[in-house]
């Protein structure tokens, strides 16, 4: 367990995020970040006020994060980890796409993130570690996701991987978390249990990440193992499989 921090946290109103939110806050100074008021309450009013603060913001709106930097400047708190923890899921696939989902999911999924960094690298001279949550979506094309969820992980792991070594030697830390499908409400195949993380095992992945900073994790490992061996196969027999196993919905 790490202690003594500062930790931004987006998405925080459900999911891993509130898992995440809860376990750090027993020994860090937590700040929340989500859509739902209600839910940022709740983690408030059951937990230590002096550990948690929030900020009720939505990525897809402008201004989100000068609304979030303004609150946090004027409560004296410095991140030192920021998890971008936020996102949405949304289906662009019936009947071709729709252009308009695209551009929504990849505004919070990758355009937000892009500008939080911005902002508070900006915004504070002091030490950063960012962490980006992915998942197996950025590695692979996906027939019942469609287009939008999986392109915007890709992009933003790429983008990720270029800022941990432009930024290397600077006072800005960069690491991607990629899971597994997680048994949360956001996974559309929850009810399968092939290779399904509980919140409590990503959570620990989180946890071992701002510890020891590295550029990349994955998790659980032999999924990956697995999809990095699928992409020394041909293209097309590689698809193959990925379809097959899609439709035994074993698979995000």
Request: net charge positive.
């Amino acid at each position: 367990m790490i202690s003594n921090k500062r930790i931004l946290i987006t998405g925080v109103s459900s999911g891993i995020g509130r898992k995440l939110a809860i376990k750090l806050m027993a020994k860090n100074w937590v700040w929340g970040v989500a859509r739902r008021e209600v839910l940022l309450k709740e983690i408030e009013s059951s937990q230590i006020k002096l550990k948690f603060n929030y900020t009720k913001a939505d990525f897809s709106q402008s201004g989100a994060w000068q609304k979030i930097i303004s609150a946090m400047k004027k409560a004296e708190f410095i991140p030192e980890v920021v998890i971008f923890n936020a996102g949405i899921y949304k289906d662009a696939k019936n009947e071709g796409f729709d252009i308009e989902i695209v551009r929504e999911v990849f505004e919070v999924n990758f355009f937000s993130i892009i500008k939080g960094i911005e902002l508070l690298q900006d915004s504070y001279n002091s030490r950063i570690h960012f962490l980006a949550i992915s998942s197996t979506s950025a590695l692979k094309g996906s027939k019942s996701e469609g287009i939008a969820y999986g392109a915007s992980k890709a992009a933003l792991s790429i983008a990720f991987e270029s800022l941990y070594q432009k930024q290397l030697k600077s006072n800005f830390k960069f690491s991607t978390i990629f899971f597994g499908p997680i048994n949360t409400d956001m996974n559309p195949h929850k009810k399968s249990r092939f290779m399904v993380l509980s919140e409590e095992e990503a959570v620990n992945k989180v946890i071992k990440a701002i510890k020891e900073q590295g550029p990349v994790y994955y998790s659980p490992d032999s999924l990956f193992r697995l999809l990095f061996l699928l992409r020394l196969i041909p293209a097309n027999l590689t698809l193959k499989i990925l379809n097959f196993l899609e439709n035994l919905h074993q698979w995000i």
